[in-house]
């Protein structure tokens, strides 16, 4: 059974993440390129991520970056400036491969060699994860093990609502342990609002561009009165309305291109209306897993 944190004496904080990948890094697509191809694409991830910097500064939030361990070998600047500017550095996996596609061996592989370059590039701890696509089911139950294994602290990577790379199911909504060691992975779920009977997200990514601001606000106020963090994720390129299109079926390019134009803006709104906290700070509070500044 998960080991649940008493939340009710605490107050709720939001958490901002941001995936740090590329306009190419679009997943399970025909025209996805390979990884040797990456290297020949042109790049935006810079100027965006920065971009994303200077939003998160002007607000006064610090956020968790989860890197790519390919973006982050690329341009180890860009995790120095996030960590020197009080961001918390976190993984996203090296190689932004689907896991349920994966062995567990491949997955240990992949995962340990993007905490090794980013904790090469900081010299501190890289405590948490987060896979491609939030792409581990239940069919991939392996996953906990060896990122404990991989010497990982927390996940954030468990979609408990269907969605198109898999979703996980489980009622289990707020950040827990997944065993009842006082040592096992803490899990920091995606956040989803209940709304006309069904698990919903409106706290990142497509959701976020897609959904009026009044009713992410609403379902995030719904699921801090709830007694739980509200798990907000973005990436570099939906700041970036201007960034190269992949070729994709209609509904495929309606879900990654809506209403990047008012990413912006959103994100601006979101860091005045809430309180915000990092992966690590809402961990040290909430779980006395105390490693990490």
Same mark, same amino acid.
């Given at each position: !059974?998960?080991?649940?944190?008493?939340?009710?004496?605490?107050?709720?904080?939001?958490?901002?993440?941001?995936?740090?990948?590329? *306009?190419?890094?679009i997943?399970?697509?025909?025209?996805?390129?390979?990884?040797? %191809? *990456?290297?020949?694409?042109?790049?935006?991830?810079?100027?965006?991520?920065?971009?994303?910097?200077?939003?998160?500064?002007?607000?006064?939030?610090?956020?968790?970056?989860?890197?790519?361990? +390919?973006?982050a070998?690329?341009?180890?600047? #860009?995790?120095?400036?996030?960590?020197?500017?009080?961001?918390?550095?976190?993984?996203?996996?090296?190689?932004?491969? #689907?896991?349920?596609?994966?062995t567990?061996?491949?997955? &240990?592989?992949?995962?340990?060699?993007?905490?090794?370059?980013?904790? =090469?590039?900081?010299?501190?701890?890289?405590?948490?994860?987060?896979?491609?696509?939030? /792409? !581990?089911?239940?069919?991939?139950? +392996?996953?906990f $093990?060896?990122?404990?294994?991989?010497?990982?602290?927390?996940?954030?990577?468990?979609?408990?609502?269907?969605?198109?790379?898999?979703?996980?199911?489980?009622?289990?909504?707020?950040?827990?342990?997944?065993?009842?060691?006082?040592?096992?992975?803490?899990?920091?779920?995606? /956040?989803?609002?209940?709304?006309?009977?069904?698990?919903?997200?409106?706290?990142?990514?497509?959701?976020?561009?897609?959904?009026?601001?009044?009713?992410?606000?609403?379902m995030a $106020?719904?699921?801090?009165? %709830?007694?739980?963090?509200?798990?907000?994720?973005?990436?570099?390129?939906?700041? =970036?309305? $201007?960034?190269?299109? &992949?070729? !994709?079926?209609?509904?495929?390019?309606?879900?990654?291109?809506?209403?990047?134009?008012?990413?912006?803006?959103?994100?601006?709104?979101?860091l005045?209306?809430? $309180? *915000?906290?990092?992966?690590? =700070?809402?961990?040290?509070?909430?779980?006395?897993?105390?490693?990490?500044?």
């Open positions: !059974m998960p080991n649940l944190p008493d939340h009710k004496s605490k107050p709720e904080h939001c958490l901002f993440s941001i995936d740090v990948e590329d *306009w190419f890094h997943l399970d697509i025909p025209s996805a390129p390979p990884v040797k %191809e *990456w290297d020949k694409l042109p790049s935006r991830v810079e100027n965006n991520f920065l971009k994303l910097l200077e939003i998160l500064d002007g607000g006064q939030v610090r956020a968790t970056c989860f890197f790519l361990g +390919w973006v070998e690329k341009y180890p600047h #860009l995790v120095k400036k996030a960590a020197a500017s009080g961001h918390e550095i976190a993984s996203h996996g090296y190689g932004h491969q #689907l896991v349920y596609k994966m567990p061996q491949e997955f &240990l592989n992949d995962a340990a060699k993007a905490k090794k370059i980013l904790e =090469d590039i900081t010299g501190m701890p890289v405590l948490g994860y987060r896979s491609s696509g939030f /792409s !581990m089911t239940d069919k991939t139950p +392996w996953v $093990d060896i990122l404990t294994e991989a010497g990982y602290r927390y996940d954030s990577s468990i979609f408990p609502a269907a969605r198109e790379h898999g979703g996980y199911k489980s009622d289990l909504m707020a950040p827990y342990r997944v065993t009842e060691n006082s040592d096992s992975l803490i899990e920091i779920p995606i /956040s989803v609002a209940r709304f006309l009977g069904r698990p919903i997200c409106f706290f990142g990514g497509g959701y976020l561009r897609f959904f009026h601001y009044r009713l992410i606000k609403k $106020d719904r699921v801090i009165a %709830e007694g739980r963090p509200v798990n907000f994720y973005i990436h570099p390129r939906e700041v =970036d309305p $201007d960034h190269p299109r &992949l070729p !994709m079926s209609r509904l495929r390019r309606f879900k990654s291109y809506v209403n990047l134009a008012k990413t912006e803006s959103k994100i601006n709104k979101l005045n209306d809430f $309180d *915000w906290i990092r992966f690590c =700070d809402y961990i040290k509070l909430n779980f006395q897993s105390g490693e990490n500044d």
